[in-house]
Each structure stands twice: as C-alpha cells, then as structure tokens.
C-alpha cells in the first residue's frame, strides 16, 4: 500500500468518505455517485477509454446547503487526495509549469437532467501553465484559446458574469484580424484575447482571475453544487417532479482535448434514433471543438456519418463501444465523446432521453432483439408522454409559404405567432396566445419559454442542442440549425432571404421535417404505430383496472373504441343539448312557465335525444355504458345576461318588431331569474331533477327507448344511469324510485325488458362521507374528482389556475395542481372511505373515476393501490391510461 493509500484510510476513520475515484466507486450507488459518476465508474471498471477522475458524493452536496454554502473543511483535504491519485494515474501534475493537468468539473445528478446545471472545463490553466500547454502541445492558438474559454466560463459559472462582453472580445478580434472563424485566429491573436478577458473578468468580478488552481477548483465545486438550486434547475425539478434534496454529484476528470487540430473532435451520438427509436448510430460531431460547443448549438455540427469518412478508424471504435454500452446498459444510450489527436474517449453515457415515439419502438424493438422481457418494456415507457404519440401534424402545406428549413430535432406540428424571447413567450401565452419561441440558440435560462410556447425553432444548434434535447423531454415540436435565418432583435423581427417577419406573425412548424412554413396551417391528429399497439396489448394483459372514455356523442364513441376503451365511463347528456339545431328547444323549455310547455318542448327533444342514445349503444355493443343525467345549471343553455340587454336595446333603437322583442325580453326575465350567487353549487344535478321532474323523465325515457331499439336490432346493451350531484340518501331514493318508474313504463309500452343499473356520482363532499348510507340505492359509484376537488379544497377551478395556483406552486404551497394529478390526501382519503364506506353497505358495489384524473398516470396508480373498478378518461387519454394502469399493477405487484 503506497503513502497516499495508507493516509487516505486513517483519514477513512474519523470522517464519512465523499470522494471516490472512478475504479474505486460501487456503480451501484446511482443515489450517491449520481447518473453521470455511477455510469463513469462503470465504464472505467468495464475497460472503456474513459479519461480518469473522481466523484464527489450528492451528500457533500447536501451537506453545502446545510452548512450554508460551505464545503465542509474535511472535503477539501479528500480532494486534494483524489487529486494526487489523478495526477498519478494520468501522469501530469495539476498546476505543474512543465506537465500540467487540467480538469474538467461537471455535474452528476442521480436523475439525468441535460443542460440545467453546470460544467466548467480546462481548469488548471494560468499564466503560467497556458505557456506549459502551449509547447507541450505545439499548438500555441490552441493553448490560449483554452484559456480564453476557461477564464470566460469561470466568470460565468462561477460569478454569472454574462458572456456577452467576452464574446464581444473574441468578435472585436476576428473583425481586427480579418478572420471569419475562431480557428483563423494566430497564436499572437489569441494571446491578445486572454489579455483582454483577464482585464474583462477583472473588471466585472472585482478581483483578477485566481491563478493558484486549488483556489479554482473549490470555487468551481462550490457553483456546480450552487447550480443544483438555480432558476433554471427548480423549474426543471418541479416539471419533472425532482425532489430538492437530492443533490448533484460532482465529477472531476483529466481534459481531454477535441480543439487540438483537425485529427481532434468532439461529439454526441445516440446508440438508436432518439426521435424516431430507429436502430441505427444517431448523432453529430464538430471538428476541432470542445464538447460544449455542440450541446450549446453555437456551431452547427456534422452528422455522426462524416464522421466515418474522416475519421474511419476512430468511427468503428465509437460504433464498437455504443453498441458495447447500449448490450451492457440494455437501454439506448446518449454518449458524449472527444477525440485527441486520433484516440477517442469517452466521457460520459446514460439512458439517452427520447421522444414517445421512438421509447416506444426501442422497448418493442429490444424485446424482440432479446434484450427485455415484455413487462419490462412497459417500464421503459413514460405514459404521460404517450400523448406525443398522438401528436398533431399539418395536414396540408400546399397553399403555405416555407420560410426556411432546418433540422427536425423534435416530433410534431405546431402553430403560433413568432416570439423573440422566453419572457415574452411567457407573457403572451399566459393571455390566451399561441406562440413559437424563435430564438439563435436556446439556453437553460430559456427553458419556461420552451414551456409556454408551442413550438421552437433556433438559428444554430443540432438534434443533441439544448433546444432538440429539452423539446424531445417535453413533446414539443422544434425546428432547429436554420442557418439561413437572421434574427434582428433590435427590430423584433426574422428574415430568410427577401421575406421578413415581424413579432406576431404567424408561422406553422413542422418538427418531423424540419420545415418552417410562413402563415397558419390546418393540424391534423396523428394515428397510432404498431409499436403502440404491440405495447398496449402487453399492457392489457398485466392491467387490472379497466378504461373506459368520456364520451358525449357517437362520433366520441367511435374514436374511443379505436383507442381501446372498455365502454363509457361518463357520457355527458347536457352536451346533447348544444348544437344550433337544439338550443332553441331547449331554450323553449327553460322559458316554460308551466309544466305543459315544458313538457311539450321536451317532447321535441326526445327523438334527438333517442337518436344519439341509440347510436352509441351500437359502437359500443356490448361495452358498458355509462349515462348521466343532467347536470349543469340552466342558465347555461341562454345567451349571457350582458348580451341578451346590449341585444335588446339594439331590438329596440332599430325599430324591431314587438314580437322579436318579446321573445328576447323574455329571455332577459329568465336569465336573470336563473342566475345565481355560485352556480356551481346551485340548482344542478340532481337538485334540477327534483325541481324540473320532466327533465329527467324526457331523458331517462330517451335512454331506455334507445336501448329497447338497439336491442330489437342485436345490439348487446350494457347500461348505466348515473345520478348527478347527489348530497344525501334521500335525494337519490328519490330519483331512483321515479326513474325506475319511468323505465318500467317504457319497457311495458315496447314489449323490451331492458337491464339497467342505477348509480350516483360522488363529487360533493357530504355523499362522500356518507357513503354507506348512499351505497344502499346505488348499484355504482363514479368519482366525479374534478367537482370533488373543487369543492374539497374550495377552489373555483377557472379563477384558481388563472389567478393564483402559479403563485402557490412557486411557493410550494402545492406541489402540483390538484386539478391535473388527484390530491391523494385530501380528496383521494375522501375517496378511500367513500369505497371502504360504501362497499362495507354493498360488497358488489362498482367503483370509478371518471374525472379528467382518469387519464392522468399518476393518479392512475393511486386508483390501483384503492382497488377501484375502472377509469375513464378522454378518449385520445386511453392509450395513456392502459399503459398507466399496466404499470400500476407491475408497481403494485413488486411492494405488494
């Protein structure tokens, strides 16, 4: 055991140990070690040509923001330990004025999360080491161009120093030395820069550059353990659902160096296509570059392709190893690598972040190949982003312009008006716009722009840029590297060529190929892959709950059974009710003043109503289908109460006749007789059952006639009545008993014996803790979660996300919003007792959600781990909640 070893385990003793070199580190521990420090120390321990190096620990991490932005004091002194083995084994010393070695510090979060924290490079080098570099190297422009990078990203990362004023150095010498390009600067050229960046970062830090190494290295691991908490990171946590203690590891590795000459390089590559899963190496390259230059997109790269003709050799090595990590990892890989004088590297890999779609064939596509088991496969796949399966595309560009054509890094099609910048992005769409976010590169600053905007189109930047990678993540289309795009800032406007567009036009993008149009086009929906479908069916044999839709009309029906839907969980009757032809007859009857006229309008109804009855029970033959009876308030049906008056005195300046005038004063009378304080609590649901009983008779012999016609026709009718907003036992007995009359009747005037059940939705609180009473005249139970939710927590759904939900979600007052994803402790405890409750009443009892929680995965499994029969959701939802409900069981079986 050398000294260094025997220091380091007395030293082992008296304090936990945060440190670990590559080959020493259990890759095992991904919590601590995190992605990028697990996956270095597997590839090192695997033999792959990874540059040497070492991690510190998520707990020192944790540790730094206990103590308050401090390292603790015995953390430097295991760095400074690990430092001298890294100089040991790559054979340099760090700061030395003859071998020096540099380092990169990079962050490792256990939960991959590209381009949200940050990375310092070429650490080490000072005035004195840059010379070092300089002739061991040969290459004097190479040197100083290093340094220049380093001092530039130092203040940066370190201080926030914008970039703009050392890219105005680098600018200011390419126009006073005639070069076009960084690499046409001389060595002396490049001396000039760093002696103007020094002055820059002295300036705008207020003390000079740190030339003792050690001094650097402490800052940097200090603002890679800061960035865990910066703007752009909290916004990706909470879009992700990251939990803020986990921390970021810290790696630091021996510089290799891609920018040392034409034989140099630096890439990513993907083992598979990350945006269509095809398996094939997917990636770009830039000569004679440092890897940052490639994820931030200020150069265009190269197609991983070229890279065989110019580099053959070193392309079979890549291929070999990503297909060596992708058989090992048995998932896809994203791979970034550098290439130093012809040998290629390695410098970090993890499960490459794709888009549905291609998830989607990768897992499909790796079962068959052997590498997965089916269940397996579903694990692989995110079904929250399922939904970018059914993304939308322009469904014709004939009669459109094309604006300019870039590459296609992320699925899809969209249309916006143009932006210029994340926070107008932000603005206007929170004003009910649709924007594209049109930027020169994106950066993680911009990512709540990319949030808000529909799609993103960039100037520079390929398919592995921050723009490609975190559109992918997030299903938005994008569009980037339109090199022939001229962004002019100043004037709020883009140009290609002759056309130009101003701030607020519109474009349509196309992020399947590539393809900027000029002006609005038509989107299309998308239709499932096989792959999909392969998938789904894995998932319907591991599912326990079923999925049925929400489906309000025939045509709802027909879709939701192409998407695989069960039946009807919740078809919404007072949708009926509103196409042109039949407002007016519903007007009619809210306008009765007795119970006659009501009725007699009510008559019309009828026939319209049995028509769409009838139709549904036919596509969904044999499939349960669930029917609930009106529901929202009346005043719904008239025009609102402002109209109806400007209306009225416009009638009567223009000299109307008396009757238009009536009719529309009459309305007036009855809007503002049915207007009330808070609708939502109001004469609805059932309460307009026990008020207007012919309502609910129209509807309910409607429905039993429509099945009595589909059954006389060999349709299997599965039906179920559900009774809305119900408060007590008694305000359901009432209802059951008459609809039960009213469906006898029916029956017995048409000779049919139709089988029906009658439910209740439970969405007010009071029938949720009375469940049990409830539960002996109801045969089921829907959860109707969106009302629960509003009436638990007492938020009027429409001001609360357009007034202050974002409010309590910066201030983690909410973690998500209840509206999306159930609020397990509030309202799904309301839930748990009502099922507990009720089937304690009726052991039979049949039990639902049928709110738009239905199609959300995460609620998904909290309806898994409570044993409910069903959810029902939107029908382009299904294929979402089959695969989430899969997984609910695969999760529920593995801790069960």
């Given at each position: 055991m ?13 304090h ?7 080959d020493?580190?259990d ?12 996956n270095?120390?597997?590839?090192v ?6 540059p ?7 707990e020192?991490c944790q540790?730094f ?17 690990a430092m001298?083995r890294?100089?040991r084994?790559?054979g340099?010393?760090?700061g030395?004025?003859f ?5 990169s ?9 590209p ?8 650490l080490?080098l ?6 070092a570099?300089?002739?061991?190297s ?12 380093l ?11 914008p970039?703009d ?6 600018q ?5 030395h005639?070069?076009?390009r ?12 760093v002696?103007?960046c ?12 740190p030339?003792?190494?050690h001094?650097?290295?402490r800052l940097?691991?200090?603002?890679v ?18 939990a803020?203690?986990?921390g970021t590891?810290?790696?630091?590795q ?26 094939a190496?997917?990636?770009e390259?830039?000569?004679?570059a440092?890897g940052e230059?490639?994820?931030?997109g200020?150069r ?8 065989a003709v110019k ?11 990503a297909?060596?990590l992708e ?10 690598f550098?290439v130093?004088?012809?040998r290629l590297?390695?410098l ?5 972040k ?5 998830a ?16 397996e496969?579903?694990?692989?796949v995110d079904?929250?982003?399922l939904r970018?399966l ?6 014709s ?5 094309v ?6 890094a992320?699925?899809g099609?969209?249309?916006g008006?143009?932006v ?16 594209i976010?049109?930027?020169?590169e994106?950066t ?9 905007a529909?799609g ?5 930047g ?9 559109a ?6 994008a ?6 795009l ?6 709020r406007?883009v ?12 474009v ?5 190929t590539g393809?900027?149009?000029i ?9 499932m892959?096989?792959e999909?479908?392969?998938?789904l069916a894995?998932?319907?044999?591991v599912r ?5 839709a929400?489906a309000d009309t025939?045509?709802d029906?027909?879709?939701a059974?192409?998407?695989g839907a069960?039946?009807i ?5 007072e949708h009926?009710?509103?196409?042109p ?6 007007q ?9 006229e009501r009725k007699a309008a009510?008559?019309e ?10 139709e ?11 029917i609930r009876?009106?529901d ?7 025009p609102?109460e ?5 209306r ?8 109307a006749s ?13 809007a503002?007789?049915l207007?009330e304080?808070?609708p939502?609590?109001g004469?609805?649901?059932?309460r307009l059952?026990?008020?207007y009983?012919e309502?609910?008779?129209m509807?309910m012999?409607?429905i ?7 059954m006389?026709s ?10 809305p907003?119900?408060?007590s ?7 059951r ?5 009213v469906?006898q009747?029916v029956?017995?005037?048409l000779?049919?014996?139709v ?6 939705m439970?969405?007010v609180p009071?029938?949720a803790?009375?469940a ?7 045969s089921?139970?829907s959860?109707?979660t ?5 009436m ?9 996300e357009?007034?202050?939900l974002?409010v309590?979600?910066d201030?983690?007052?909410?973690s998500s ?10 309202v ?6 009502a099922?507990e409750?009720g089937k ?7 039990t639902?959600?049928?709110?738009e929680?239905g ?5 998904i499994?909290?309806?898994e781990?409570l044993?409910?029969d069903?959810v ?5 939802r ?11 069981a695969?999760e529920?079986?593995r801790?069960?």
């Amino acid at each position: 055991m050398g000294r260094i070893d025997e220091v380091a385990a007395q030293e082992q003793k008296a304090h936990p140990i945060w440190v670990y070199a590559f080959d020493q580190a259990d890759p095992g521990e991904r919590a601590r070690l995190g992605g990028k420090g697990a996956n270095l120390a597997q590839m090192v321990q695997w033999g792959l040509p990874v540059p040497p190096g070492f991690t510190i620990t998520t707990e020192a991490c944790q540790a730094f923001w206990e103590q308050g932005e401090r390292l603790p004091d015995f953390l430097l002194g295991d760095v400074s330990m690990a430092m001298l083995r890294l100089e040991r084994a790559a054979g340099k010393r760090f700061g030395d004025a003859f071998q020096p070695l540099l380092v990169s510090v990079r962050s490792g979060a256990p939960v991959s999360m590209p381009g949200m924290m940050d990375t310092i490079l070429n650490l080490g080098l000072n005035d004195s080491t840059v010379r070092a570099l300089a002739h061991q190297s040969q290459n004097p422009a190479f040197a100083y161009d290093s340094y220049r990078r380093l001092v530039q990203m130092f203040a940066n990362v370190v201080f926030q120093v914008p970039l703009d004023p050392f890219e105005h150095v680098l600018q200011s010498a390419k126009a006073r030395h005639d070069c076009k390009r960084d690499l046409d600067l001389s060595a002396d050229a490049w001396k000039e820069v760093v002696a103007t960046c020094l002055r820059v970062y002295a300036d705008r830090v207020g003390e000079p550059f740190p030339q003792d190494v050690h001094t650097q290295l402490r800052l940097a691991i200090e603002a890679v353990f800061r960035s865990w908490r910066s703007q752009r990171a909290i916004v990706y946590h909470k879009l992700h659902g990251i939990a803020e203690d986990l921390g970021t590891a810290v790696n630091v590795q021996a510089m290799v160096f891609g920018n040392m000459g034409e034989d140099s390089g630096t890439g990513v590559i993907f083992t598979r296509h990350p945006a269509t899963g095809e398996r094939a190496l997917f990636g770009e390259f830039l000569v004679n570059a440092q890897g940052e230059e490639v994820v931030a997109g200020t150069r265009t790269p190269q197609p991983i392709a070229e890279l065989a003709v110019k580099m053959p050799g070193v392309y079979r090595a890549l291929s070999k190893v990503a297909h060596q990590l992708e058989t090992r990892f048995r998932d896809m890989q994203d791979v970034e690598f550098t290439v130093e004088r012809g040998r290629l590297y390695v410098l970090q890999t993890r499960n490459g972040k794709r888009t549905a779609q291609a998830a989607v064939k990768i897992a499909i596509d790796m079962v068959h190949e052997g590498l997965i088991q089916p269940q397996e496969a579903l694990l692989r796949v995110d079904a929250q982003h399922l939904r970018q399966l059914l993304y939308r595309r322009l469904e014709s560009t004939t009669s459109l312009t094309v604006l300019t054509k870039g590459l296609p890094a992320s699925p899809g099609a969209a249309i916006g008006r143009i932006v210029f910048d994340a926070d107008t992005a932000v603005h206007w769409a929170a004003r009910g716009e649709r924007v594209i976010l049109v930027r020169p590169e994106t950066t993680p600053e911009d990512i709540h722009g990319v949030l808000a905007a529909e799609g993103v189109v960039t100037m520079h930047g390929g398919m592995t840029s921050h723009a490609a990678v975190v559109a992918r993540g997030i299903g938005k289309p994008a569009v980037c590297g339109c090199d022939d795009l001229r962004i002019e800032l100043a004037q709020r406007s883009v140009c290609v060529g002759e056309a130009t567009l101003q701030e607020g036009d519109w474009v349509s993008i196309d992020g399947g190929t590539g393809t900027v149009f000029i002006g609005q086009g038509t989107l299309a929906e998308a239709q499932m892959a096989q792959e999909l479908n392969e998938l789904l069916a894995i998932a319907d044999q591991v599912r326990r709950l079923r999925v049925r839709a929400n489906a309000d009309t025939p045509e709802d029906a027909r879709r939701a059974r192409e998407f695989g839907a069960e039946g009807i969980g919740l078809c919404r009757t007072e949708h009926m009710f509103l196409s042109p032809a039949r407002v007016p007859l519903v007007q009619r009857m809210i306008l009765a003043t007795q119970s006659s006229e009501r009725k007699a309008a009510l008559d019309e109804l009828l026939p319209l109503q049995v028509a769409d009855f009838t139709e549904i029970f036919r596509t969904m033959d044999g499939l349960p289908v669930t029917i609930r009876l009106l529901d929202p308030p009346l005043h719904e049906f008239l025009p609102r109460e402002e109209e109806l008056a400007t209306r009225l005195e416009q009638l009567r300046t223009q000299g109307a006749s008396t009757n238009e005038i009536d009719k529309v004063e009459q309305l007036l009378r009855q809007a503002r007789y049915l207007r009330e304080a808070n609708p939502m609590m109001g004469l609805r649901g059932s309460r307009l059952g026990i008020v207007y009983p012919e309502i609910y008779d129209m509807q309910m012999e409607a429905i039993v006639t429509a099945a009595a016609q589909a059954m006389k026709s060999g349709i299997h009718v599965e039906l179920e009545i559900m009774l809305p907003l119900i408060g007590s036992t008694k305000e359901l007995r009432l209802l059951r008993e008459r609809m039960e009359q009213v469906g006898q009747a029916v029956m017995e005037q048409l000779g049919v014996a139709v089988d029906f059940r009658i439910g209740t939705m439970i969405e007010v609180p009071r029938a949720a803790l009375t469940a049990d009473e409830i539960a002996e005249d109801a045969s089921f139970f829907s959860f109707g979660t969106n009302d629960l939710t509003q009436m638990t927590f007492a938020f009027s759904r429409d001001d609360a996300e357009g007034k202050f939900l974002n409010v309590y979600f910066d201030r983690d007052i909410l973690s998500s919003n209840p509206f999306e994803t159930l609020d397990t402790r509030g309202v799904g405890r309301l839930i748990q007792w009502a099922v507990e409750s009720g089937k304690s009443r009726r052991p039979d009892l049949k039990t639902g959600v049928c709110g738009e929680h239905g199609g959300d995965p995460a609620s998904i499994a909290f309806c898994e781990e409570l044993g409910l029969d069903y959810v029902s959701c939107s029908p382009f939802r299904i294929p979402v909640a089959r695969i989430a409900a899969a997984q609910a069981a695969l999760e529920r079986k593995r801790i069960g």
